[in-house]
């Protein structure tokens, strides 16, 4: 026996795949803030897609003769300076708010992970380039370069979260760069190194699945904070343009007739906080969990 030698032990296994969104959903069912936040950011979600099924008023026409009528029957949430029905344009606006937030996230998201990862895993030269161009961006508060962008290129839908995604990509890029840099430290890359695993596969089979957790829970709270600041682009009419329905939009036009109709300020307002309330609450319950330093505090 002892001439057909050792058995070599296995390589340490890397905690990707099925694995890995399993324990996202663990963590969900653990932590009651995420569930709370998914719950209602989900209810949101369905909500704002069922909006074009629902029988609503047109929340673009105008109809004077009930302009700033008070919640009735007819208008639950009452109407604006123009008659357009608030309910209606309070859900109408969930949708331009999600898309704009959602999308902003995504493509911030996209632009940090190619960031993040060159800093993280390209070597020095790469690093220090990376990192000083989100230096630079990051110089800029998100609301005041969305503000600056906005100024140049106009305001819509679209430059709005071109904005938000152009001054928000550095804190994902930053983020995911932390993660990659201790991922990479990690036994199972080490041994794929050894075992004659090239640069990009391990990168691309290791270092990245185990590296994006962070990033769930920022993309989270990223999603609220495009929200508030499409809200606040489109109070100053720098965002959505009349007459398409913002939370922003409605909540600067509500200012003018605060006196005649207070109750204009309350829909929107609500709106607002409620969904972001809802992804910062998911964001943060998912940050919680997957920050080792409060997770050795938990269990200490």
């Not at 399993?22 to 932590?31: D, F, H, L, V, Y």
């Given at each position: 026996?002892?001439?057909?030698?050792?058995?070599?032990?296995?390589?340490?296994?890397?905690?990707?795949?099925?694995?890995?969104?399993?324990?996202?959903?663990?963590?969900?069912?653990?932590?009651?803030?995420?569930?709370?936040?998914?719950?209602?950011?989900?209810?949101?979600?369905?909500?704002?897609?069922?909006?074009?099924?629902?029988?609503?008023?047109?929340?673009?026409?105008?109809?004077?003769?009930?302009?700033?009528?008070?919640?009735?029957?007819?208008?639950?949430?009452?109407?604006?300076?123009?008659?357009?029905?608030?309910?209606?344009?309070?859900?109408?606006?969930?949708?331009?708010?999600?898309?704009?937030?959602?999308?902003?996230?995504?493509?911030?998201?996209?632009?940090?992970?190619?960031?993040?990862?060159?800093?993280g895993y390209g070597g020095r030269?790469?690093?220090?380039?990376?990192?000083?161009?989100?230096?630079?961006?990051?110089?800029?508060?998100?609301?005041?370069?969305?503000?600056?962008?906005?100024?140049?290129?106009?305001?819509?839908?679209?430059?709005?979260?071109?904005?938000?995604?152009?001054?928000g990509w550095p804190v994902f890029?930053?983020?995911?760069?932390?993660?990659?840099?201790?991922?990479?430290?990690?036994?199972?890359?080490?041994?794929?190194?050894?075992?004659?695993?090239?640069?990009?596969?391990?990168?691309?089979?290791?270092?990245?699945?185990?590296?994006?957790?962070?990033?769930?829970?920022?993309?989270?709270?990223?999603?609220?904070?495009?929200?508030?600041?499409?809200?606040?682009?489109?109070?100053?009419?720098?965002?959505?343009?009349?007459?398409?329905?913002?939370?922003?939009?409605?909540?600067?036009?509500?200012?003018?007739?605060?006196?005649?109709?207070?109750?204009?300020?309350?829909?929107?307002?609500?709106?607002?906080?409620?969904?972001?309330?809802?992804?910062?609450?998911?964001?943060?319950?998912?940050?919680?969990?997957?920050?080792?330093?409060?997770?050795?505090?938990?269990?200490?």
């Amino acid at each position: 026996m002892d001439n057909l030698g050792t058995i070599p032990a296995p390589l340490p296994a890397s905690p990707r795949g099925p694995a890995f969104f399993s324990g996202i959903r663990r963590q969900a069912n653990e932590n009651r803030l995420v569930a709370v936040g998914a719950a209602i950011a989900l209810a949101i979600i369905i909500m704002a897609a069922l909006v074009p099924l629902l029988p609503l008023a047109d929340p673009l026409k105008p109809d004077y003769e009930v302009g700033l009528s008070a919640p009735s029957a007819a208008h639950l949430l009452g109407t604006d300076l123009h008659g357009r029905d608030q309910l209606s344009r309070v859900l109408w606006a969930s949708r331009t708010s999600l898309t704009v937030g959602i999308t902003a996230s995504l493509v911030a998201l996209i632009i940090g992970l190619v960031m993040g990862g060159a800093a993280g895993y390209g070597g020095r030269v790469a690093d220090a380039a990376a990192m000083r161009i989100a230096d630079a961006f990051l110089s800029f508060p998100v609301i005041l370069g969305a503000i600056a962008f906005m100024a140049v290129f106009g305001p819509g839908i679209r430059n709005v979260f071109m904005a938000i995604a152009f001054f928000g990509w550095p804190v994902f890029a930053r983020v995911f760069r932390s993660s990659v840099l201790s991922v990479r430290e990690q036994s199972y890359v080490s041994a794929s190194k050894g075992v004659g695993g090239g640069s990009f596969y391990i990168f691309r089979r290791h270092v990245l699945p185990n590296s994006v957790q962070p990033l769930i829970a920022y993309a989270a709270m990223s999603v609220a904070g495009a929200i508030l600041i499409e809200s606040g682009l489109s109070f100053i009419n720098l965002g959505i343009q009349r007459p398409y329905p913002s939370w922003g939009l409605m909540l600067g036009e509500a200012m003018g007739q605060i006196d005649q109709a207070p109750w204009l300020l309350i829909a929107p307002g609500a709106a607002i906080t409620i969904t972001t309330m809802a992804f910062f609450l998911m964001g943060t319950g998912l940050s919680r969990k997957t920050d080792p330093r409060i997770q050795g505090r938990a269990h200490s």
